[in-house]
């Protein structure tokens, strides 16, 4: 850490960063960071101030796994939720338990965050876009896949556990675009 901000190293193991290069963005649990000094086994990312009061990235310890993921571009194929890295604040897991052979995970959220949060809506936890099941005030229900467990970080979680959450992104722009402008 220097002045409250920190530089983060990264070590990629399962991630190919071969078409990677310095400056492009990368998601680490679900923050989009920029590559700093990009290699064959990680990268560097500078964390701001800001960055760190909103996600979990200052809690990190070396050796913790993380979920990685590289950035879309516009001609790769879309095969989930519009996510965009940019968090808007933790979550907390209150409890999880089976569901057949998949998991229901409950979560808290602040509450200026829960208004975002809708039933069959996306949410983005730790970097892994998800479907929101139930919603009650400020908790919520998501149903994570034996698969989804397997191959993120989310079947590690226990009660407790605080998450990088990123809510919808419509519905930010929606909220934003209902307020009356000043003049």
């Given amino acids: 850490m220097t002045g409250g901000d920190c530089r983060l190293h990264i070590s990629c193991h399962q991630l190919n960063l071969g078409s990677a290069q310095l400056g492009d963005s990368i998601s680490v649990s679900g923050a989009c960071l920029t590559m700093l000094e990009p290699s064959s086994t990680g990268f560097f990312a500078d964390v701001s101030l800001?960055?760190?009061s909103l996600t979990t990235l200052g809690q990190f310890s070396e050796g913790q796994a993380i979920n990685l993921e590289l950035a879309l571009s516009l001609k790769d194929h879309l095969g989930g939720h519009l996510v965009t890295g940019h968090i808007d604040g933790k979550a907390r897991l209150l409890s999880r338990h089976q569901d057949a052979r998949s998991e229901r995970f409950e979560f808290q959220v602040p509450d200026q965050l829960a208004r975002y949060i809708a039933k069959k809506?996306?949410?983005?936890?730790?970097?892994v876009s998800l479907t929101v099941n139930e919603v009650d005030g400020s908790k919520f229900e998501v149903c994570l896949i034996p698969h989804t467990l397997e191959v993120t970080t989310l079947g590690s979680l226990g009660t407790g556990d605080?998450?990088?959450?990123?809510?919808?992104?419509?519905?930010?722009?929606?909220?934003?675009?209902?307020?009356?402008?000043?003049?």
């Fill in 162 to 183: 605080e998450v990088n959450l990123e809510v919808d992104l419509i519905a930010r722009y929606l909220e934003r675009l209902m307020v009356p402008t000043q003049e």
């Fill in 121 to 127: 809506g996306s949410v983005c936890i730790d970097g």
């Fill in 50 to 52: 800001e960055t760190l």
